[in-house]
């Protein structure tokens, strides 16, 4: 007989499996800890600066081989951690210096996707 983990409650029963004469089997074995989370991040700390993005931007956050990484692709930015608030710190930091680095840049310094970059921190990040 397998018990139900306690973190279950009732919105979960559909991810129960029954057969005839036979105990329920939890088929998922950790349904409240996905593997990778989508989550929005606005605001940027490193050390006493703070950026602040005009709209959420979407971070990627999961964990590979005991290593937790932190990523936004649309800038570009890939952290990694011991932990998963080592790896947000790490991805915090570098934001805020690639804001502090396309904010000087002119717009005959950069092509391509280094264009692109410039201009979304240009219009839509501003320090707190």
Not at 24 to 49: H, I, K, N, R, T
Request: glycine content about 4%; hydrophobic content about 40%.
């Amino acid at each position: 007989m397998n018990a139900a983990p306690s973190y279950l409650d009732a919105s979960h029963l559909k991810q129960w499996k029954t057969s005839p004469g036979s105990e329920p089997v939890f088929l998922d074995p950790s349904p409240c800890v996905p593997a990778v989370q989508q989550v929005p991040m606005w605001l940027f700390v490193s050390g006493d600066e703070r950026v602040v993005c005009t709209r959420p931007v979407q971070v990627t956050l999961r964990e590979e081989d005991e290593v937790h990484l932190a990523e936004c692709e649309r800038l570009h930015v890939f952290a990694s951690g011991g932990t998963r608030q080592e790896a947000i710190e790490s991805l915090h930091e570098q934001v805020v210096h690639f804001f502090h680095h396309y904010r000087v840049l002119g717009s005959d310094d950069v092509i391509g996707a280094a264009e692109e970059l410039r201009r979304l921190y240009h219009r839509h990040f501003h320090p707190m």
